[in-house]
Every structure is written in structure tokens, then in C-alpha cells.
């Protein structure tokens, strides 16, 4: 089996036995900027994101890529996207804030989020943030009126809940009924919605949305959103004579995390959704509007690994070889959160085969700070350096100071050359808001 499968792109073993990434030792790499360290193959980002707007042309569909930055983000990230003529899924201030501190494009924002605050709303609004995408009736109350005393207009998506619930971890279905977020189709709720929107003066409705979850290896239940979301606009449409300009179908392609995991190419998920989207409005004689998509994971996951070094290795003697590293739970919550599985390998001794089972530990005060159970590694020593590949989606955008971690450098690889992203936290980084 090809290990490097899930690995960045531009990945190779090379001559010393050490993996390189972008052209860069990963070795050399913790020697200048230490670990715990994510790495990222800048041109496997940009890769995923020309693959998603490229297999829409060849499919004859007018789309809008938007990355879905909960992913990841940092300006360097945003700066991508932007280059990469993406769109944006924030949903915080902060998401935004980072966005066009990085240059990104108002106009190409759509502003996500169950529960927007009036200062995130004012924020979005005076920099001309392209899309709301409305969640609540409360939102559309509150939207309108921050809007109506600037005498300004501003547009929108109503997102839907589908009534779809693909397989996948019950944390990351989002499409079902009993769900925080959009309008639910099947209590009537979303067309209220929609009426709502339609009668301010203040909201322009350009669209609707729909997110069914993540981690998604079946096509089965986008071609059931495809058809879900031409219903609801033949419905729209025969009730109130309303064609929206833009339907937005989320993200949620999975990826594989393991070397056994085969999810569909981006290709096969584009040319699947673009055939069900062509037959389910042509058969209710409705032009399809601009397809929009929001993949987050799928663009960043595989283009990074996170490097840790090996501190201590504990014989629980007849029960499991113990080896820690010096990150964990801080910087990769998945496993913690919902049970991810990752592959880990020694960076430093790739070509050497596999000869023990050992489960790799993080380094916090929890005993469910497991990164990998049961991984097969060669005889791991002090101060290897252990990689876990698949760490770009979710990882650092979910770190934290738990035990007063600081968070991790991160670092962009590209030709031989490796450009230091977001700086490791310092001790002082952690006291820095506190004021006695
Ligand atoms: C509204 C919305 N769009 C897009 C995404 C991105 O999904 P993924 O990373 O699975 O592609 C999410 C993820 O939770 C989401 O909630």
C-alpha cells in the first residue's frame, strides 16, 4: 500500500530516509521551528480548490467555490483563497475580521452562524459583507432592523434543514429535522421564512442554503439534497412566484484519514451533484440559478501533517507500549471530540518497516488524551519525530491553551522553500488579556 496516499501532494520520502513535504526536510523543519508544528502544502490547496471550479466547468455548471474557512483559517489561508478566486463561509466576526485583514473580498463573504450578535451583524455590515446566510427568525428580525436604521439593503440566503441524515458522526449531521440550525422544510417553517424575507424592505433574497453534515463518503445523500432543494424551489416559486438567483449546497465531501478510507473524488462528487441538479430542476421546468458550494475539509485536510517529537515511552508491560508526544488534545481535539482515527508514521524513519504496536499519547492531564490507539510503528526512540497526516481540517482550527498549552507554529511549504504562517505561542501569550 502507497503510504503516502493520504499525505500532501508534493510529499516524498527522500535519500536520508525523512519525509519531505513541498521540498522541504520535515526533519529541517522542526529543527528551525520546533514542535509540535502543522505543516501545509500550499500547492495542494490551491490544487483542491482549481479541482472543485474546474470539474464545474467541465460539467457546464455556473458555480461559486467558497471555501469554508472553519476549517482553517489565517490570513496566509484567506490570501489563497482569494488568489484562487474562491468565495469565503465565515461564521464569526473573527472569521471575517481575519478574512479582510488578509485582503479577502467583502463581496465574496458569505456570513454563516445560528446565533450572529448585534456587533458581529454592525461589523458585517460596514464592511459589506456579500451574503447573510439567515438562520433564525430572530436573525431575520434582528438583521432587518439594525439594517432599516441605516436605511440600508443587504442580501441573503435562508438556509434549510433538509430532513436529510447522511452517515456520519452525529456531531457533524447538521441536515436533519431536530437540528440548531436553518428553518426546517417539513414544519413549513422555511417557507415562513422565506416570506418573511421577501416582505423586507431591507433583506434582498438572493438564494437558499443547505448544509446536510460532514465527513460524507456517500454521494446517496447529496443527490437527495439536489432534489430536496428543487422541490422546495418549484414550491417557492408555485406559492409565491419567487426564483432564487443562487442555491447553496454546503460542504461535507469526506476525506481519508486512513490509508483503508476510499471517499469520492472531487470529480466523481462534482459531476455526481451537477447531473442530479440538471435533471431535478429540468424536470420541474426550472432553470438552475448559480450552484454555490462551501467544501472546507476536503480542501485542506490531506494538504497537512502535524509534526510532534517522542518524550517519553512507558511499557505497560502485557497491556500497551505507551509512547507521548509533546502536543495532543491542544492541538488535535478530533480524536477526543468524536472518536477520529488517524495513521501516524516517524517522519525520520520512513523507509523502515513496521515493528510494534504502540498508542500514541498526548501530553495533558486526561487519560482520554490519545491521539492513535493501536498504530504500527518502527521501534519508536526519544526524540523522533512522530507525523500525523491529515491534520489540516479541524486541527489547529480547533487548538486551545487546555493546561496552559501555548498553540503550535504553523508553517506553509512550497518548492523548497517553508514560510512561517502563525508563530508558536510564548508563555507571555498566555497572560497577555489577563490584567492582575
Ligand atoms: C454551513 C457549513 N458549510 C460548510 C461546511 C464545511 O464542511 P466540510 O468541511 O465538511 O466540507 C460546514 C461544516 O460544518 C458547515 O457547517
Known sequence: MDILKVFPRSSRINEKGNLEIGGVDTVDLVREFGTPLFVYDENHI????????????????????????????????????????????????????????????????????????????????ENGVGYFVLDSFDEIERLSSILRKRSLKQDVLVRITPGIVPKTHTYIQTGQVDSKFGFS??????????????????????????????????????????????????SVKER???????????????????????????????STLSKALKEEFSTRGLSLPVVAIEPGRSIVANAAVTLYKVGTIKDVIGVRLYVSVDGGMSDNLRPMLYGAVYEAFIANKMNRAPETTVTIAGKHCENGDILIRDVKLPFPEIGDIVVVPVTGAYGYAMSNNYNRQPRPAVVFVKEGKATLAIKREKYEDLIRNEIT
Open 240 to 270: 409565491s412566484n419567487y426564483l432564487p438567483s443562487i442555491i447553496n449546497l454546503g460542504g461535507g465531501l469526506g476525506v481519508a484519514y486512513r490509508l483503508t478510507d476510499e471517499p469520492p473524488s472531487i470529480e466523481e462528487f462534482i
Open 185 to 234: 422544510l417539513a414544519s413549513g417553517q422555511a417557507y415562513e421564512a422565506v416570506i418573511e424575507v421577501l416582505n423586507s424592505k431591507n433583506l434582498e433574497l438572493k438564494g437558499f442554503h443547505m448544509h446536510i453534515g460532514s465527513q460524507i463518503f456517500s454521494l446517496e445523500p447529496f443527490i437527495a439534497a439536489c432534489k430536496v432543494m428543487a422541490d422546495f424551489c418549484l
Open 46 to 125: 490551491r490544487e483542491q480548490l482549481r479541482r472543485y471550479r474546474n470539474a464545474f466547468l467541465e460539467n457546464g455548471i455556473d458555480a461559486i467555490v467558497a471555501y469554508a474557512g472553519k476549517a482553517f483559517l489565517c490570513k496566509y489561508m484567506a490570501r489563497i483563497a482569494s488568489e484562487e478566486g474562491a468565495y469565503l463561509d465565515c461564521v464569526t466576526g473573527g472569521e471575517i475580521y481575519t478574512a479582510l485583514e488578509a485582503g479577502f473580498p467583502a463581496e465574496r463573504i458569505f456570513f454563516h452562524g445560528n446565533n450572529k450578535g448585534d456587533e458581529e451583524i454592525e461589523f458585517a455590515i
